[in-house]
């Protein structure tokens, strides 16, 4: 497994050993000894799937405030994603700063996003599917998210007009949120 921390403290891009012959291959995604040898502690609870039907679905920017924070582990199964990773920790060298990285299912590669980061994707093919883990529940009073267009931000996202949720559409920018 190689394991590349990104330019944002804490945040890892993941290439697990692929053991592959003629008849498919196998991967070992996560194992707590290799991932905390690497310095990575999270402890994870749940595991969330998402599927986006079609190219320029738009998922996020999102967040949980403390103390429900959450720690995530995101790669794709099939298709591709443009990631965005958000560094909302105060008191960090990066704060406000953000990354992207693209997801697919080949290669395949991992994005560790630590707590106190906002994540959201935007699928770059049709039938996108996406797993992730998490290492706190989701908290519906804990939901927070960032607008996806905040020109504070200013993310390159590969589509100008992105299909996105209602909510999504209403998320604040980030010069708005109580951080």
Same mark, same amino acid.
């Given at each position: 497994? @190689?394991?590349?921390?990104?330019? $944002?403290?804490?945040?890892? $891009?993941?290439?697990?050993?692929?053991?592959?012959?003629?008849?498919?291959?196998?991967?070992? +995604?996560?194992?707590?000894?290799?991932?905390?040898?690497?310095?990575?502690?999270?402890?994870?609870? =749940?595991? /969330?799937?998402?599927?986006?039907?079609?190219?320029?679905?738009?998922?996020?920017?999102?967040? =949980?405030?403390?103390?429900?924070? =959450?720690?995530?582990?995101?790669?794709?199964?099939?298709?591709?994603?443009?990631?965005?990773?958000?560094? +909302?920790? @105060?008191?960090?060298?990066?704060?406000?700063?953000?990354?992207?990285?693209? %997801?697919?299912?080949?290669?395949?590669?991992?994005?560790?996003? #630590?707590?106190?980061?906002?994540?959201?994707?935007?699928?770059?093919?049709? /039938?996108?599917?996406? +797993?992730? @883990?998490?290492?706190?529940?989701?908290? #519906?009073?804990?939901?927070?998210?960032?607008?996806?267009?905040?020109?504070? $931000?200013?993310?390159?996202?590969?589509?100008?007009?992105?299909?996105?949720?209602?909510?999504?559409?209403?998320?604040?920018? %980030?010069?708005?949120? #109580?951080?």
């Amino acid at each position: 497994m @190689k394991v590349t921390e990104t330019e $944002l403290a804490g945040a890892f $891009l993941i290439e697990p050993d692929i053991h592959a012959d003629d008849r498919g291959f196998f991967v070992e +995604l996560y194992s707590r000894k290799a991932f905390r040898g690497h310095g990575i502690e999270a402890d994870f609870v =749940q595991d /969330n799937y998402s599927f986006s039907r079609k190219r320029g679905v738009l998922r996020g920017l999102h967040f =949980q405030y403390p103390p429900h924070s =959450q720690a995530k582990l995101v790669w794709v199964v099939s298709g591709a994603v443009f990631d965005v990773i958000v560094d +909302l920790r @105060k008191g960090s060298p990066t704060y406000r700063r953000w990354i992207s990285v693209e %997801l697919s299912a080949s290669p395949l590669r991992m994005l560790y996003v #630590p707590r106190g980061f906002a994540h959201g994707f935007c699928t770059l093919t049709d /039938n996108a599917h996406v +797993l992730y @883990k998490v290492d706190a529940p989701y908290a #519906p009073e804990a939901d927070g998210g960032i607008r996806w267009d905040d020109p504070d $931000l200013a993310v390159p996202w590969p589509v100008a007009e992105p299909i996105l949720s209602a909510k999504d559409g209403r998320l604040p920018y %980030l010069r708005e949120i #109580p951080l």
